[in-house]
């Protein structure tokens, strides 16, 4: 094929062009945030954040991953295969910190900045991000209950999983707040869902049945009122029970409007993945963080940052929100 000059002067500056514009992409530090589960809507509303920080922020790519379902094996899988991909930093909302301990470690080894939200007994973060004081938040939901109650009766918990840190802090919190209750009965503690709203509405189902007379439920997954709330008004104990727990506002408030579940409180996911990128940034720019820092984000200007088991940083802000029947309709998610 014949090319004349002034073709051939213009493929080049082309490819020019096109080499200048790969190097400028090669350049972007990749970000990659590791949820529990892909397809639960709590992570999919985190991965707004991760996504709006992709367009938002220059130099960064940023996504989101994870498996498809709640499983910590799986979850270490991807973060393996992230490290040998040679990512930038990742940001993990573990399904079980134990499991990725030595994963991390390797990842940090290999110059790879790890960022952990839900997880503040990791040792191997350089920071962790909390929304709020995880004990104090359990306590948040047995006020309630408690009081809901009378300060009397049987309750009980839920949680994702036995290794989900979190959610363990959230019902030791609520049972420590309902000590001081002797008429308070704690039966069937930290029952654990896996993220399933369906395994939660079975577990609630055969603690009404063993336990007729319940009528206080923690929830601990953001999942786990949605099946409570399905049993208790399959029962038609909308009146006799009060059920509380993490929760997001669009996928409850059926169960908030028929009164099967009597509250909820969360953090939006979207801030959270947000937060996890900006910090990621910070450290990859060798920034420090100090308590008292503005991060631009609601519940997070004015964060407290202490030390954590290892060697990582804690961040924790104050970003929770209460929601009943009265307005959940206020927030678009």
């Known amino acids: 094929m014949h090319f004349n000059k002034p073709t051939l002067t213009a493929l080049a500056a082309s490819m020019a062009m096109l080499g200048l514009a790969g190097a400028a992409q090669a350049q972007d530090k990749e970000i990659v945030t590791v949820v529990k589960v ?3 809507n709590w992570f999919t509303r985190m991965e707004e954040g991760v996504k709006a920080y992709d367009a938002e922020i220059d130099g960064i790519a940023a996504r989101q991953v994870g498996p498809g379902r ?3 094996a799986q979850q270490a899988a991807i973060v393996q295969d992230l490290i040998a ?5 990742l940001a993990i909302v ?3 910190p134990s499991t990725l301990e030595g994963v991390l470690r390797r990842a940090q080894q290999r110059g790879i900045t790890v960022i952990t939200h839900e997880a503040d007994n990791m040792m191997n973060t350089q920071l962790d991000l909390e929304a709020f004081d995880n004990a104090e938040f359990g306590a948040h939901f047995a006020e309630d ?3 809901c109650m009378g300060q009397s009766g049987k309750w009980t918990s839920f949680v994702g999983s036995l290794g989900s840190l979190t959610h363990v802090q959230w ?4 049972a420590d707040y309902m000590a001081q209750f002797p008429e308070m009965e704690l039966v069937s503690p930290k029952n ?3 993220n399933d709203a369906n395994r939660a509405y079975e577990l609630a189902k055969e603690i009404l049945r063993s336990h007729p007379d319940i009528k206080g439920f923690q929830g601990g997954s953001a999942i786990d ?3 409570i709330g399905r049993a208790v008004e399959e029962a038609g104990l909308e009146e006799e029970t009060c059920v509380y727990g993490l929760g997001l506002p669009k996928d409850s408030s059926a169960y908030l409007e028929s009164g099967a579940v009597d509250g909820i409180a969360f953090w939006d996911p979207k801030d959270a993945g947000y937060v996890m990128n900006i910090l990621a940034h910070k450290v990859l720019n060798g920034e420090e963080i100090a308590t008292g820092d503005d991060l631009g984000v609601p519940g997070y200007t004015n964060v407290t940052v202490s030390d954590g088991p290892g060697e990582g940083k804690i961040v924790r802000g104050q970003a929770w929100v209460d929601v009943t029947a009265d307005n959940w309709s206020d927030f678009p998610f």
Do not use: K, L, R, Y
């Open 70 to 72: 709640a499983d910590a």
């Open 192 to 194: 654990e869902s896996f």
């Open 38 to 40: 892909t397809g639960e």
């Open 171 to 174: 019902a030791d919190g609520g």
């Open 85 to 89: 991909q040679g990512v930038d930093a």
């Open 225 to 227: 009122v949605i099946g």
């Open 94 to 96: 573990p399904m079980d």
């Open 145 to 147: 209950i408690a009081e």
